[in-house]
């Protein structure tokens, strides 16, 4: 159980079973990979290199396109390079980022190498807890 007014960060938050992907499989593949891992996103990488995310919001988009998403790549619907944080990020500092954005995930790496992801569930949940655990 954590003090009062002590701060959580990222490192206590997110999920490190990560979803990842390369960024030549199709949107279809990959979100029947993200419906069976129960997830919201799936991280694009090339080699170690953090290429892009694939959320919901990106296969949403796919789909009212019309495109035939067992050809599309997620290379052509992901979202390259995108925002991420460190696992010293305060959670509050995400949810600023994340609110700001209109982000639900942000991935998580030190240096070059990612570490997981955090979404706004977790960072609402992790807030929800906190104040139950005061009350």
Do not use: C, Y
Not at 73 to 86: E, F, G, K, L
Not at 88 to 103: C, P, R
């Amino acid at each position: 159980m954590r003090r009062e007014g002590e701060v959580i960060q990222l490192r206590d938050i997110m999920t490190t079973e990560i979803l990842t992907t390369s960024a030549e499989r199709s949107v279809a593949e990959v979100t029947g990979m993200m419906v069976k891992a129960r997830v919201g996103s799936a991280v694009v990488m090339e080699g170690s290199w953090l290429a892009g995310i694939l959320t919901e919001r990106d296969v949403l988009r796919a789909a009212a396109s019309g495109s035939d998403l067992t050809n599309a790549p997620v290379s052509q619907w992901m979202t390259r390079n995108p925002t991420t944080a460190t696992s010293d990020t305060t959670v509050g500092e995400a949810a600023d980022v994340m609110l700001t954005n209109g982000f639900r995930h942000l991935p998580v790496v030190e240096g070059r190498e990612l570490k997981g992801v955090v979404s706004i569930r977790d960072v609402l949940a992790s807030g929800i807890r906190r104040r139950s655990n005061h009350e």
